[in-house]
């Protein structure tokens, strides 16, 4: 849409300028076999007919036609940077969902299992041998497990 709206304008822009075309030269109009119409400074097919161009445009009037299409082509590229930012958060959010979803699910099992009472709990020491915890320590784990699946895993 903003593409289309930005080739509005700069149509504009060069209907107004058609005076400044016409002053460099003549221009033709002609249409095709497939029935398109083509304008030209050369004529492209016997039936183009020699347009009489009296458009006047003044150096303010095109200067403002300018101006303004560069006020919307800035416009477009705040709006387009706006988007690709959006676009990254997105795809930031999605990479740490994805990156949370694993971890989430084992600690989730976690907590089931000691809920059940059917889980030991233990850490891993330097060396990879399990430490098992006492029962306090366990409830300790249990409940910063608790809160770190409450504030990662939200939603997954």
Same mark, same amino acid.
């Given at each position: 849409m903003k593409?289309?709206? *930005? *080739?509005w304008v700069v149509g504009i822009a060069l209907l107004q #300028?058609?005076? *400044?075309?016409?002053?460099?030269? @003549? &221009?033709? =109009?002609?249409t095709? #076999?497939?029935? !398109? &119409?083509h304008y030209g400074?050369?004529?492209a097919e016997e039936n183009a007919q020699k347009l009489d161009l009296k458009t006047t445009v003044d150096s303010k009037q095109l200067q403002q036609s300018q101006e303004s299409?560069?006020?919307i082509q800035e416009e477009n590229q705040l709006y387009d940077r706006a988007q690709d930012e959006q &676009?990254? &958060?997105?795809? =930031? =959010? @999605?990479? @740490?969902?994805? =990156?949370?979803?694993?971890e989430c699910k084992k600690a989730r099992n976690q907590l089931a299992d000691f809920d059940r009472g059917g889980m030991t709990w233990y850490t891993t020491d330097a060396h990879g041998d399990r430490q098992y915890m006492s029962d306090d320590e366990a409830v300790r784990g249990s409940e910063k497990t608790r809160i770190w699946?409450?504030? !990662?895993c939200d939603g997954l």
């Open positions: 593409n289309s709206f *930005l *080739l #300028s058609s005076a *400044l075309f016409a002053a460099h030269g @003549e &221009v033709y =109009k002609w095709d #076999s497939d029935g !398109h &119409v400074e050369k004529p299409a560069r006020r &676009v990254q &958060v997105e795809q =930031k =959010k @999605e990479e @740490e969902r994805a =990156k949370y979803a694993g699946v409450g504030a !990662h």
